[in-house]
């Protein structure tokens, strides 16, 4: 039961066009939106967030988008650059019963970026 | 350049065999994230403790994982007996923060094959 959906696993788009990677959620108790970006054989890393009172966030190139109402947020980049070719991974923050918060995470979708 | 690390990189190991993955997060945080990553699954948190004490370990297979903190500089995750189902990629990931969504230091995790 993926509660995070990732539904494309790659995209590959052309070198200073935009790219929009999605994901749609299905638990409306979450309340906090990562993007996390990964090169072959390293962990990933901390791209960008927001919190599910606001609808956008926007650092440099990048911008994440949220639709509270379609449970579906997007990551745009823009220009693409070569060095953004990576897996890119959509998580979502949820507070367990247990109390402890946790991220759940999206399958990922594979960027190439073509020169 | 603080980094999480992750002992081994790559291991192979025969069925009913006992595998154990060593992680060493960044100096100070103290907040530490076992995660696993398939094709199937993404990436799936399985455990996480904060000041050494274990907070939720709701993902992990109890029957055959452990996760200890023995000191602050050392995580550790046993399987014991290892299977093939349990073939994946293994990332800690440490925190300096008191929720999952400050952001979170990823290793470059233990690729672990079963045979």
């Known amino acids: 039961d993926q509660q995070v959906k990732q539904n494309s696993p790659s995209l590959s788009v052309q070198e200073g066009r935009i790219s929009i990677l999605n994901c749609d959620y299905t638990?409306?108790?979450?309340?906090?939106f990562l993007w996390y970006k990964k090169y072959p054989a390293e962990g990933p890393t901390f791209l960008i967030s927001?919190?599910?009172?606001?609808d956008k966030n926007e650092d440099g190139r990048f911008t994440v988008f949220l639709n509270k109402s379609a449970k579906h947020l997007s990551l745009h980049i823009v220009p693409s650059q070569p060095g953004d070719s990576a897996v890119y991974f959509c998580?979502?923050?949820?507070?367990?019963?247990?109390?402890?918060?946790?991220?759940?995470f999206g399958k990922g979708t594979k960027l190439t970026v073509n020169p | 350049d603080a980094r999480v690390t992750q002992t081994p990189r790559h291991k192979v190991t025969e069925m009913g065999q006992e595998v154990t993955m060593r992680c060493q997060p960044i100096?100070?945080?103290?907040?530490v994230f076992w995660y696993r990553q398939t094709m199937m699954q993404g990436l799936e948190l399985l455990a996480y403790?904060?000041?050494?004490?274990?907070?939720?370990d709701s993902g992990m297979p109890k029957d055959r994982f452990s996760a200890e903190m023995p000191d602050a500089t050392l995580a550790t995750l046993k399987i014991q007996p290892s299977e093939p189902r349990d073939s994946a990629v293994y990332f800690c990931?440490?925190?300096?923060?008191?929720?999952?969504?400050?952001?979170?230091?990823f290793g470059p995790g233990t690729r672990l094959t079963v045979l």
């Open positions: 990931a440490s925190g300096l923060g008191y929720t999952s969504t400050d952001t979170q230091y």
């Open positions: 638990n409306s108790m979450f309340d906090y």
């Open positions: 927001i919190s599910s009172i606001k």
């Open positions: 998580a979502a923050s949820v507070t367990t019963q247990g109390g402890s918060e946790k991220l759940v």
């Open positions: 100096l100070g945080h103290n907040t």
């Open positions: 403790f904060r000041n050494r004490a274990p907070l939720d």
